[in-house]
């Protein structure tokens, strides 16, 4: 093999976007047996038939952004990390790019803007191309072009018997439409083919409200996610009390696609409140990224979770004030931040074509928020109480969103908590579907048993 593993001595003396990094401290403090470092498909297949013949687990690293530690690596097994294979190549009719699953968004942006050309993505640099468009991928362009996942034309996939497998629709049809919403749960990811279009700069950015905006705030969010027939505009919502004194400030992140609609009219609810401060400008769409990695700092202990909600305003302000009761009772935590996440789902964002998607998302249902969680803290003596705190968060919206009738089972698969049962939530038609493409190329069952750590198709996982 022509592989190279390293020692937790010496990645500590590699630069943070190296081997060594996880966003979430949790994942960092995970000790692997063996780490290896692959430089190519090759040495990826060579390693999972070792990993298979001497019966280990092993754990896949490329980013490093999964939010819960096992999923990245693996406690006395074998990580894999992929942050080698990071060539990035545009085709010569510009309508496509390859990327090794090492990638960060950061580093394609970058390549793709010598081009003139962009894709659908990633909103954070460092966030893994491979990982977030596994699990579904909301973009600054998703209502316009779909989710990252249904934007990938080809997948090169090692399965647990160490093939290699080059995934198209119209070579593995099955296969194809499993690894949009389900692709970590079938094998190793090593290469993607994503579309690409001309993309110059954007407009976007973060401006951020005062407690006392708060009922604009939800009134502008929920008009907005209902009326919005703009599909170059984008936005979500962040609520954060970091005093945690029951004094939130709401942080709207908006963009607009086209560079001379600096005053998208879609947003004009918003621009009317007066913002605390306000970082909205015409940029390139990896200023936008980089601004946004800013503002998520790695190396914090981490928790997050989702669930999906029918965007209803009485809905939204409820889990608002659920979510101020919960923090309330983090209040003495040493460096506790908590964030919670209004993420739209709109039906502009299901797929452009006829292969359609695992997540199991219908016109019908929409539109849907998606509400996570993402909260962090610095001392481990809080992980206990935290989590706890967590899931009665995650309880108690749940029960009062189905007694009002706007619960929706789907949960997003890059913000869910490894606990969850995340193909459950894709409907138990599309779990059967996925279960079945999965016995059929991996009959010995061998890839759940192998890589226990993350949120298995079966509803159950070790983490």
């Known amino acids: 093999m022509s592989s190279a ?28 047996a063996c780490r290896v470092l692959p430089i190519n498909v090759t040495d ?12 280990a687990t092993f754990a896949v690293k490329a980013g490093g952004h999964c939010p819960y530690p096992s999923g990245t690596n693996a406690e006395n097994g074998i990580t894999i990390d992929l942050s080698r294979l990071k060539d990035i190549t545009v085709s010569d009719n510009r309508k496509s790019v390859a990327v090794g699953a090492g990638c960060r968004f950061g580093e394609l942006y970058q390549k793709l803007e010598a081009h003139g050309l962009g894709c659908v993505g990633g909103r954070i640099s460092s966030v893994g191309v491979s990982g977030l468009t596994m699990g579904g991928g909301i973009s600054f362009f998703s209502s316009e072009r779909g989710l990252a996942c249904d934007n990938v034309i080809s997948y090169e996939l090692v399965l647990a018997n160490g093939e290699v497998l080059n995934i198209t629709k119209k070579s593995l049809p099955d296969l194809f439409w499993g690894m949009r919403g ?4 079938f094998g190793i990811v090593t290469r993607l083919e994503l579309k ?27 008009k907005f996610v209902h009326t919005n027939q703009d599909p170059l505009a984008e936005a979500f919502l962040l609520v954060t009390d970091m005093a945690r004194d029951g004094n939130s400030v ?6 607009h696609s086209n560079p001379q609609s600096e005053n998208p009219p879609a947003f004009d609810d918003f621009k009317r409140l007066t913002p605390l401060f306000s970082s909205t400008q015409t940029r390139t769409l990896k200023n936008f990224c ?41 209040k003495d935590c040493a460096g506790f931040v908590p964030y919670l996440l209004y993420q739209p789902l709109l039906e502009a964002m299901l797929p452009k074509d006829d292969v359609g998607n695992a997540l199991g998302i219908k016109p019908e249902d929409m539109p849907l928020i998606d509400i996570s969680l993402l909260w962090r803290w610095t001392d481990i003596q809080h992980d206990k109480h935290i989590s706890q705190v967590a899931d ?16 929706h089972r789907y949960q ?17 038609e599309n779990r059967k579907r996925l279960l079945e493409i999965s016995s059929k190329y991996d009959p010995d069952g061998l890839m759940p048993k192998l890589r226990p750590g993350i949120i298995q198709l079966s509803g159950s996982q070790k983490v």
């Open 412 to 428: 997003y698969l890059n913000y869910a908590a490894g606990h969850q049962d995340v193909y459950g939530g894709y409907g138990e």
């Open 182 to 185: 389900a692709g970590i749960t």
């Open 44 to 55: 990826v297949s060579e390693t999972i038939k070792i990993v298979r013949e001497t019966g």
């Open 392 to 407: 009665q968060f995650v309880e108690k919206v749940e029960k009062a969103t189905r007694a009002n009738g706007t619960f």
């Open 196 to 222: 690409t279009f001309d993309l110059g700069e954007i407009w976007g950015g973060a401006s951020a409200f005062a407690h006392e905006h708060e009922t604009a705030i939800f009134d502008a969010f929920n």
């Open 5 to 32: 593993a390293t020692t937790d001595a010496g990645r500590k003396a590699v630069s943070k976007y190296g081997t060594d990094f996880y966003f979430i401290a949790q994942s960092s403090q995970i000790v692997p």
């Open 250 to 255: 709401y942080t709207m992140v908006m963009s």
């Open 290 to 330: 980089d601004e946004m990695d800013s503002q998520n700092e790695s190396g914090f202990r981490y928790r997050t979770t989702s669930m999906s909600v029918k965007c209803h305003l009485s809905t939204l302000r409820q889990i608002a004030a659920i979510h101020d009761e919960s923090v309330a009772l983090l």
